[in-house]
């Protein structure tokens, strides 16, 4: 049938996955001290997260208007989130 069992896939798609978080993790941790121009914007819970130009979601402390161009400087990630400020 030159078909993959289906636990063999399940593990192979477990594999990927986490290489792929794990590249993730270390591309945003390259990234702290870096800066950044990208889009704010405001969510409904009242964060505010900064769309960097290439992709990176950027949590901030500070607050900003919503769909303003602003420059950020990422100053620390962890597995799930990237933190900055507004420079």
């Known amino acids: ?8 896939k399940k593990e192979r798609v477990k594999k990927v996955i986490e290489l792929s978080n794990e590249m993730e ?14 889009v704010s914007e405001v969510r409904h819970d009242g964060k ?3 769309h960097t130009s290439n ?3 950027v949590i901030l ?3 900003t ?8 400087k990422i100053t620390h990630a ?7 400020e507004i420079i």
Not at 65 to 72: A, D, F, P, S
């Open 25 to 38: 993790e270390d591309y945003y941790k390259n990234s702290i001290g870096k800066i950044y121009e990208g």
């Open 61 to 63: 402390n500070s607050k």
């Open 78 to 84: 962890d597995k799930l989130n990237v933190y900055g």
């Open 1 to 8: 049938d030159n078909q993959v069992d289906g636990n063999i």
């Open 48 to 50: 505010v997260v900064v």
């Open 65 to 72: 208007g919503n769909n303003e161009i602003v420059k950020v």
């Open 55 to 57: 992709f990176i979601p």
